[in-house]
């Protein structure tokens, strides 16, 4: 089952596609999209106030390439291994550009499996910016990681 990583904010973000050509990180407002397939309803749950829901997608087309970065899971003789964690890291960075460049400061982020959207959130956790692109950092699932910095 796939991962799914929502941006809840007051900011307005330019929206991005995904590109078969070039994957990447996207970004697209499920508020404004009804037509996407995210459950607007259930993710509208997890929303305090906030103007804007974005769901955040990977390079692999959807949320799945938000799993861990950690180096030791991938195995550096293996061209496959070593063209995802590239990928995975490239992410990480747009996502750290994204959240800096767009003053997410007060945001957060909530990562589900898909499915699990409106859930109860099991935990708050204030992380700075930073940390997002950090080696090993991972983001688990039904927790609220209120951004900072």
């Known amino acids: ?3 799914a990583m929502y ?3 007051n900011n307005n973000i330019e929206e991005t596609k995904w ?3 070039n994957p990447g990180m996207y970004i697209e407002n ?3 999209k009804k037509e996407t397939g995210y459950d607007a309803a259930e993710t509208s749950k997890w929303n305090e106030n906030n103007k804007n829901t974005y769901y955040i997608g990977s390079y692999e087309g959807c949320g799945c390439g938000w799993h861990s970065t950690k180096e030791s899971d991938f195995d550096r003789n293996n061209e ?3 063209e995802e964690l590239f990928n995975k890291i490239k992410d990480r960075r747009a996502l750290h550009k994204l959240l800096k460049s767009n003053n997410c400061n007060g945001s957060y982020i909530i990562v589900c499996q898909e ?5 109860e959130i099991n935990k708050t956790i204030k992380i700075n910016i930073e940390k997002v ?3 090993g950092f991972s983001f688990y699932e039904l927790v609220k990681y209120i951004l900072k910095g």
């Open 7 to 9: 941006l809840f904010t």
């Open 115 to 119: 499915g699990d959207q409106g859930k």
């Open 133 to 135: 692109k950090k080696a």
């Open 19 to 21: 590109d078969k050509e």
């Open 80 to 82: 496959e291994d070593k």
């Open 30 to 32: 499920i508020k404004l």
């Open 1 to 3: 089952m796939c991962l």
